[in-house]
């Protein structure tokens, strides 16, 4: 008898672990910049999606889902992918990918806040060289990660037996779109990428609210840095 | 720009809580049982549903897309399995997958894979096409309020950001700059200048649109509600028909009845009276808002009175 339960787990899974990252995010709570900032970004990667649906595969959310977790660490990152594929699919149609690509570009984001945290524990001249290929290979991969993300639920549902060989099969039938959507971002980080990254360095300083020093009729000096 | 269009039909005119609950059971039918007799169960009902929706010509559209998809998970279950026991084709061998053999049972379970797949797809068509995202998400509120703010947000920045781009590339397009002309390392690069531009104003406008919300007093009380909806009896009717064929799946699923034995040979299609009243029934559940949205159309009373 073929098994249909395992597509039902994995679906639950994944809107799980959505849902719980988002009831993580309404009880941290955030300011109204940082939230429109994450708004704004998440618009800009849904918004890059449209002139490129013609082009099947070739998609620069991912790169710029992965340089927003990057600068602005992991769970922005999250929220940036995960808002990006949503709302882009009001326009693009939702279907039984949104989850999938929501969970996909959010790791894509993740992955880029554990680059960036890398990044700054390095020290030394290299540091700037390293994380630049690094984000390049790794822009790369996600090509290929986000396809085998997006067919995992296809393969479990609709291919039967469940095998290594089915799902090779069926990650081999997006190879080509897969392998536009990996070589696509590397260039796109590759040009675009330090450019981008500044920029948005820039905005996260700005986000950063720090207070000078004050001095005290005691002579003692107080320090005042707080994220609003 | 929404796929989702506000028009006069009945279909639209549900709360969000029944649509959903609608769609969930014929995708979750469509997902867990693998009957071929209640996928046409499923399957008739939801055609009929986007007629009622004016989707079919969408559906028409999309289903170019989706038979390629459907066709190629086909090839992929022949190619794979190799469980059936009527051998139609002993086809060459293949590296790494072995002897690639066509089996009547393969070829059967394929087509049937293909109309779970038709299933789930033509539900999201109508999902696109009658849920309101508004409606939605002021449901989708009540839980998860700031993740409401931030989907309204981006949601309402995408179609603004598209209108900017438009706006500077036709400002630049009148100092002689042409986009559409030159190969395309030319196109790109006479694009760069245009996205780093957008990005630059739109992170800027984000700043702005921070102190706004901030102005306007945004999370120092409850939640500001412009609007209630309560439901009709029209929900009641698609909530209650939605559950009751809820029920009937559960029931073949628990039974053992809702799914089909395909390999090594194929068994018989029907069981049991029961299997057969169970699914006659859970059509015409599932038939409940089609008949209802026939009926609001052509009948004032009716429509008054739901």
């Known amino acids: 008898m073929v098994d249909s339960q395992w597509s039902l787990y994995s679906l639950l899974i994944a809107v799980a672990g959505i849902g719980s990252f988002y009831l993580w995010y309404e009880r941290r709570g955030s300011s109204p910049r940082e939230m429109a900032l994450i708004a704004t970004l998440a618009a800009l990667a849904g918004l890059s999606r449209l002139p490129f649906a013609a082009v099947p595969g070739l998609q620069p959310t991912t790169f710029l889902v992965l340089i927003c977790g990057y600068v602005f660490g992991a769970a922005p990152g999250f929220l940036v992918g995960s808002m990006a594929a949503f709302t882009s699919n009001l326009f693009l149609g939702q279907g039984p990918w949104t989850p999938w690509q929501m969970i996909a570009w959010g790791l894509a984001g993740v992955c880029g806040g554990l680059i960036g945290l890398r990044k700054e524990k390095m020290n030394g001249k290299g540091k700037e060289m390293v994380s630049r290929w690094l984000l390049v290979s790794l822009a790369f991969l996600w090509g290929f990660i986000f396809g085998a993300i997006l067919n995992f639920w296809h393969w479990l549902t609709f291919i039967y037996p469940l095998t290594l060989h089915s799902y090779l099969a069926t990650l081999l039938i997006s190879i080509w779109f897969d392998a536009v959507h990996a070589v696509g971002n590397a260039l796109f980080v590759l040009f675009v990428g330090g450019e981008l990254i500044k920029l948005l360095t820039r905005f996260k300083r700005r986000l950063t609210v720090s207070g000078l020093p004050v001095e005290r009729l005691n002579g003692e000096v107080v320090h005042h840095e707080k994220n609003g | 720009m929404f796929i989702y269009k506000p028009r006069e039909i009945f279909l639209q005119s549900l709360q969000t809580l029944s649509i959903c609950t609608y769609l969930l059971v014929i995708v979750g039918g469509a997902v867990l049982l693998f009957h071929p007799l209640v996928l046409l169960a499923l399957l008739l009902p939801l055609v009929l549903a986007l007629a009622a929706a004016g989707g079919l010509a969408q559906w028409r559209k999309s289903l170019k897309y989706f038979l390629i998809m459907i066709f190629l998970s086909m090839i992929i279950n022949i190619t794979v399995n190799k469980m059936g026991a009527?051998?139609?084709?002993?086809?060459?061998?293949?590296?790494?997958?072995?002897?690639?053999?066509?089996?009547?049972?393969?070829?059967?379970?394929?087509?049937?894979?293909?109309?779970?797949?038709?299933?789930?797809?033509?539900?999201?068509?109508?999902?696109?096409?009658?849920?309101?995202?508004?409606?939605?998400?002021?449901?989708?509120?009540?839980?998860?309020?700031?993740?409401?703010?931030?989907?309204?947000?981006?949601?309402?920045?995408?179609?603004?950001?598209?209108?900017?781009?438009?706006?500077?590339?036709?400002?630049q397009q009148c100092r002689g700059i042409n986009y559409y002309r030159g190969n395309l390392a030319n196109r790109i690069n006479n694009r760069l200048p245009l996205i780093k531009v957008l990005f630059l104003s739109a992170l800027e406008d984000s700043f702005n649109l921070g102190e706004s919300i901030q102005a306007r007093a945004y999370g120092s009380g409850s939640r500001s509600c412009y609007f209630r909806s309560s439901p009709r009896p029209r929900d009641y009717f698609v909530l209650s028909a939605s559950l009751g064929a809820a029920l009937l799946l559960l029931w073949l699923l628990l039974k053992g009845e809702g799914s089909f034995q395909f390999f090594p040979r194929m068994r018989v299609l029907i069981l049991s009276g029961g299997q057969v009243a169970a699914m006659v029934y859970i059509c015409l559940l599932l038939l409940v808002p089609v008949l209802l949205s026939w009926g609001w159309s052509k009948w004032d009373y009716l429509k008054w009175k739901i």
């Open chain 2, 86 to 171: 009527t051998v139609l084709w002993l086809g060459p061998v293949l590296p790494f997958f072995g002897r690639f053999i066509i089996t009547l049972e393969s070829l059967f379970f394929g087509l049937v894979m293909g109309c779970r797949l038709l299933i789930v797809f033509s539900a999201f068509i109508l999902y696109n096409l009658v849920l309101n995202p508004d409606r939605a998400l002021f449901a989708f509120a009540k839980i998860f309020p700031r993740s409401a703010m931030l989907v309204a947000l981006t949601a309402k920045t995408i179609p603004y950001l598209g209108q900017q781009m438009q706006r500077a590339a036709e400002i």
